[in-house]
C-alpha cells in the first residue's frame, strides 16, 4: 500500500508539491482525515481550519499550474500552539481569560511560514499560557500522549507534540521558557527544538517570561527541523530582541561528518536520579556516537540542581510582572458582577486564571517584594551569571553537551498535579538552555519497555545551530531505529 | 530563609489582584513552602561580586525607524474589549462625584 501523505516528512511533501506529483490540497486532505480519524483520541487540536487550509492549499496549487516560484515549505501542513497569535481564529493561550481573544495580527513566526506557504491546519493545546510541564492545566480540554492514551503528552506545547507524533500535522510550532518544546518532544516521540534567544522573532506570542521565552518547531526529522529553521529565523523589526546575526542554511549542516566532534556528558547528569531504562537508551546514544568517531569528554557541570532553582525564581518574577497585562480592562474576559474597578482586576483575575497561574503570579510577586527582591530575584540573576559561565567552561572543552530531556518517560495523568516541585523537577536538565541563551533539541532515542519514548538532550553554543543539527542528523541516521506511528492510531 | 504564613500568602494574593478561597490559601502555603526550601540551594552559590543577568539578548540599543506608521483601526483595537464606547476603554466609575454622563 502506498504510504499516505500523513506519514510523509514535510521535505517530502515540499518536494511532491515543488515537483507537481501532489496537488497541495491532496495533501492537506490526507492530514484533515487523519486528524478526524484519530485527533478525537488524542485531543491535540483545539481548532481545526480545515476549510481555509483547504482555500490556502489550492492558492498554492495554482501558483505551482501557473509556473510561480513556490515557498521553502509549499503544502506542508503546520499545528501552531494556541499561545502564537494569529488573525484566523482565536488565540486563548488555553485559558479562560482569553477564550475568546481574536488577534489583529499573525504573529511574525506565523507570517514567515505563510509566507513560505506553509498551510496552517489549526491551534492546538498547551497547558495555561504556559505554565506546566503536562498540558493538564490547559482550561480548554485534555490532550493525550499517542503512545499512551493513560499518558501526559508533556507541556506546555503537548498539543504541538501529540500532532506531530500522530500524524496529524507534518510540522508543529512551540514555544519554550524552560523545557516546554524539548520536554514533550521528548514524551511524544519526535524533534523538539529550542533556538538560540533572538534566532525567532517572540512578536505577537503571548509571553510569559521574556528573558526566557523562545519560540521553536516540532518535527518528525532533523531535516524537516533545519527547513522550518530556514524559514523561521531572522531579525524582526518589531522584535527588538531577535538576533541580526546572519541565518546560515541550516540544510547544510546536515551530513556532516561527526569525527572528532567533542561530545560532553556531564558527570552531573548522570548522577543525577535518572530513571534506569533513561539512562540506559542515553548511554547507548553515546556509544553510538562513540562508535562513529565522536570523542566523548566526561565534564563538569556544577550549576546542575541550581540552575532549576535559578529558573524557578526568574522565571515567577517575570510572569507577576508581565501577566498583570490580564486585567480584563482592554480585552479578556472582565467579570460579570465587577463593580469597581479593584473588582474588574480581583474578580476578573481570580475567574480567568487557573491555580497553577495564580500560584506562580503570588510567587513571583513575593520575589520582587521588599528585601526579598535582593534575596531571590537579583540573586537569581546572579547565579544566572554562573549558569551562563559553566556553558561557557563547559563548551571549551566539547562541542555538544549531551544528556537525557527528561528523567522519566511520559507520566500517567494526575500523578503530579498536586506536587509543584515533582512538575517543575521535569525541567531540571533543560533550563539551563533558556538561562544561558543557547539552543537545545531533543530527539528521540528509544522506547520503554511499555513502549514510551525518550528523548536525548543536545545542547550547543549559542549561534551554533548547525554543529546541534548536524549531530542530530547523524544519530537519526545512524541511530538503528525508525520512531514510526502509535499503534493505537 | 524565612517561610510564610496564610496571611502572608493573603497578603501577596492582594499585590497580585487575586482573591483566595480558603483551601487555595492553605495549599498555596504548603507549596510555597516547599518551594522555598527548594530555593535554599542559591545560597549555596557564591555571588559575591557577580553581576547578575538580566536578559536573553546580547544585543544593545535596538531603535527602529523613526518613520510614522498605520496604527490598527478603532474597530481593531476595541474587537476584544470587554466594554468600550468606541474611543475608550470604559471601566466602572473611579471618582466619586457628580454624575455627568
Known amino acids: 500500500m502506498k504510504t499516505p501523505w500523513y506519514e510523509k516528512t514535510a521535505k517530502e511533501i515540499r518536494d511532491a508539491v515543488h515537483q507537481g506529483e501532489a496537488s497541495a490540497l491532496d495533501i492537506v486532505n490526507s492530514f484533515i482525515e487523519h486528524a478526524d480519524a484519530v485527533d478525537g483520541t488524542v485531543g491535540a487540536y483545539t481548532q481545526r481550519w480545515s476549510e481555509t487550509a483547504r482555500t490556502a492549499a489550492q492558492r498554492i496549487d495554482e501558483k505551482i499550474r501557473k509556473g510561480l516560484p513556490a515557498g521553502a515549505l509549499a503544502g506542508v501542513p503546520v499545528a501552531l500552539k494556541e499561545s502564537i497569535c494569529t488573525s484566523e481564529g482565536k488565540t486563548t493561550g488555553a485559558s479562560k481569560m482569553l477564550a475568546d481573544y481574536r488577534s489583529p495580527f499573525d504573529a511574525t513566526a506565523v507570517t514567515r511560514l505563510q509566507q513560505a506557504d506553509a498551510v496552517f491546519l489549526g491551534k492546538v493545546n498547551m497547558d495555561e499560557l504556559g505554565l506546566g510541564s503536562s498540558t493538564e492545566t490547559s482550561a480548554l480540554q485534555r490532550t493525550t500522549n499517542p503512545w499512551a492514551p493513560d499518558r501526559v503528552p508533556g507541556g506546555s506545547s503537548g498539543g504541538s507534540a501529540a500532532a506531530v507524533a500522530s500524524g496529524t500535522c507534518a510540522l508543529a510550532l512551540g514555544t519554550d521558557t524552560g523545557s516546554s518544546i524539548r520536554q514533550p518532544a521528548s514524551f511524544c516521540g519526535c524533534i523538539g527544538f529550542k533556538p538560540t534567544y533572538g534566532r525567532i522573532s517572540r512578536l505577537g506570542i503571548i509571553g510569559i517570561a521574556s528573558s526566557l521565552d523562545h519560540v521553536g518547531p516540532l518535527a518528525r526529522t532533523v531535516e524537516d527541523t533545519a527547513l522550518a529553521l530556514n524559514v523561521l529565523c531572522g531579525e524582526d523589526k518589531g522584535d527588538p530582541t531577535s538576533s541580526d546575526r546572519p541565518v546560515p542554511d541550516f540544510t547544510r549542516s546536515l551530513g556532516r561528518d561527526i569525527r572528532g566532534l567533542r561530545i560532553g556528558v556531564p558527570k552531573e547528569y548522570l548522577a543525577s536520579d535518572l530513571d534506569a531504562e533513561v539512562r540506559q537508551y542515553v548511554e547507548k546514544a553515546l556509544d553510538q556516537f562513540r562508535n562513529a568517531g565522536a570523542e566523548i569528554v566526561s565534564i563538569s557541570l556544577p550549576c546542575t540542581g541550581y540552575d532549576a532553582a535559578a529558573y524557578t525564581v526568574i522565571s515567577t518574577a517575570e510572569m507577576s510582572a508581565g501577566l498583570a497585562r490580564l486585567d480584563g480592562v482592554r480585552y479578556g474576559a472582565r467579570h460579570p458582577e465587577a463593580k469597581s474597578v479593584p473588582d474588574v482586576y480581583v474578580m476578573s483575575k481570580s475567574a480567568g486564571l487557573g491555580t497553577e497561574v495564580q500560584r506562580r503570579i503570588i510567587l513571583g510577586t513575593y520575589f520582587l517584594s521588599g528585601k526579598n527582591r535582593q534575596d531571590y530575584f537579583v540573586k537569581a540573576q546572579q547565579v544566572r551569571t554562573v549558569v551562563k559561565k559553566d556553558f561557557q567552561n563547559a563548551f571549551e572543552q566539547c562541542d555538544i553537551i549531551a544528556g537525557a530531556t527528561t528523567a522519566t518517560a511520559a507520566f500517567p495523568f494526575g500523578s503530579k498535579s498536586d506536587n509543584p516541585l515533582e512538575m517543575y523537577a521535569c525541567d531540571q536538565f533543560t533550563v539551563a538552555a533558556n538561562l544561558a541563551s543557547h539552543p537545545a533539541l531533543s530527539i528521540p532515542c528509544g522506547k520503554t519497555a511499555a513502549g514510551l519514548p525518550i528523548g536525548l538532550h543536545l545542547q550547543a553554543r549559542s549561534y551554533d545551530e548547525e554543529t546541534l543539527l548536524g549531530a542530530a542528523f547523524y544519530y537519526e541516521q545512524h541511530r538503528g531505529f525508525e520512531m514510526g506511528f502509535p499503534s493505537i492510531l | ?101
Open chain 2, 1 to 101: 530563609m524565612e517561610h510564610v504564613t496564610e496571611q502572608d500568602i493573603d497578603h501577596y494574593a492582594s499585590l497580585s489582584q487575586f482573591q483566595l478561597n480558603d483551601d487555595t490559601r492553605k495549599r498555596f502555603t504548603k507549596e510555597i513552602n516547599q518551594i522555598l526550601d527548594f530555593l535554599q540551594i542559591l545560597q549555596k552559590v557564591d555571588t559575591e561580586s557577580i553581576a547578575p543577568t538580566r536578559h536573553g539578548t546580547d544585543r544593545v540599543n535596538v531603535f527602529r525607524d523613526d518613520v510614522i506608521q498605520d496604527p490598527l483601526p478603532h474597530a481593531e483595537v476595541f474587537k476584544n474589549s470587554p466594554l468600550d464606547d468606541g474611543v475608550f476603554f470604559l471601566v466602572p466609575r473611579i471618582i466619586e462625584g457628580e454624575d455627568n454622563s
